[in-house]
């Protein structure tokens, strides 16, 4: 990986923890109301496994439904860089300009094709161009 991957990398990690701290101070009521705000990390860990599988299957095309703030989907660029791209789908239109912005800070963009709306719906559009 190199470094712009690792800083934006580094960024989630950074907002995942900070995030954790402030999810322990609420209720599970307000948590599960403002659920959509946090960033749910994959982590290093399960990311760099992640990673390490796609290329190992050398896969050309990944559909990855539910880009959330685009933690996974960075992993996933990262690995497609190569050979690939990545079709992230999510509902909200705000998380996925978020992930937009971290995967073109670490140089990924090019790699993914957002689609915003109801992954029922766009699975059955997409799966003939796969």
Known sequence: MDNEVRAVLTHYDQRAAKELALMQELSPDEMMRRVDEF?????????????????????RTILEIGTSYGHSTVFLAEAARNNGKVITVDISADKQRYADEQLTAAGLDSFVEFLTGDARDLIASITGSL
């Open 39 to 59: 960033l749910i990390s994959i982590g290093p860990d399960t990311g760099t496994v992640l990673n390490i599988l796609v290329k190992s299957l050398r896969a």
